[in-house]
């Protein structure tokens, strides 16, 4: 699992209004698009989905498979991912607190629908959708989620590695959105990572990490 990961210089993905396009360089997102005609799956949570409504589409001739975490069946039947040409090759991992006529529009959008197990108060197991994507054939998936997913992933020790495209520019605000979220970790406990790469991308630093 790749965490990809684009901020602003004091580790924002989005200002205290949410706006977050474009926080990275246009060159930053071509070398996205090229990531996203490597991967087998592409993953985000449903706030990302609803919010941003992102295609999550590549140029490659076999799309990747695209990965909605949506524990309550909050993505709108209208969303992009539905209601393309690639509609069978998207993913909705949910639960049992996802309402079965949603699930069920879904699944006419001709989408594929997983009711995982709930942990943490509800949310999805990402332990087990990545056990069942694995099932599937699915040997690498990116992850372009918010922050409270990448905290989830990071917590989980799910990430193999970690690509983070860091903008020149400085947002600040308390109420501005963190590149992960969730409650931290006490500074002695942290995740600490090895930095393995650091590149130009365009204006942008991407900088590569695997888990120390």
């Not at 071509?30 to 409504?53: E, F, P, Y």
């Not at 990965?67 to 090759?89: F, H, Q």
Request: hydrophobic share 40%; aromatic share 4%; charged share 20%.
């Amino acid at each position: 699992l790749t965490l990809k990961l684009g901020m602003s210089l004091d580790g924002r993905i989005a200002d205290r209004a949410g706006g977050s396009k474009w926080i990275t360089s246009p060159a930053s997102r071509r070398s996205v698009m090229k990531l996203r005609g490597k991967v087998d799956a592409i993953l985000v949570g449903a706030k990302t989905a609803s919010i941003d409504d992102p295609s999550l589409l590549c140029s490659r001739p076999n799309k990747p498979f695209r990965v909605i975490v949506d524990s309550v069946g909050a993505i709108s039947p209208a969303a992009k991912v539905l209601n393309d040409e690639y509609a069978a090759r998207t993913i909705v991992a949910t639960t049992n607190k996802c309402p079965e006529s949603r699930s069920l529009a879904y699944e006419r959008k001709g989408a594929i629908v997983w009711k995982l197990q709930a942990v943490d108060n509800g949310l999805v197991s990402l332990k087990e959708l990545m056990a069942r994507l694995g099932q599937l054939g699915i040997l690498h998936v990116m992850c372009e989620g918010g922050g409270s997913i990448a905290y989830s992933l990071i917590r989980d020790e799910l990430v193999d590695e970690y690509l983070i495209f860091v903008a020149p520019r400085i947002i600040g605000g308390t109420k501005s959105v963190p590149a992960v979220g969730g409650k931290g970790w006490p500074l002695p406990s942290c995740p600490r990572v090895t930095f393995v790469g650091c590149v130009k991308s365009g204006c942008d630093v991407m900088i590569r990490a695997v888990p120390a």
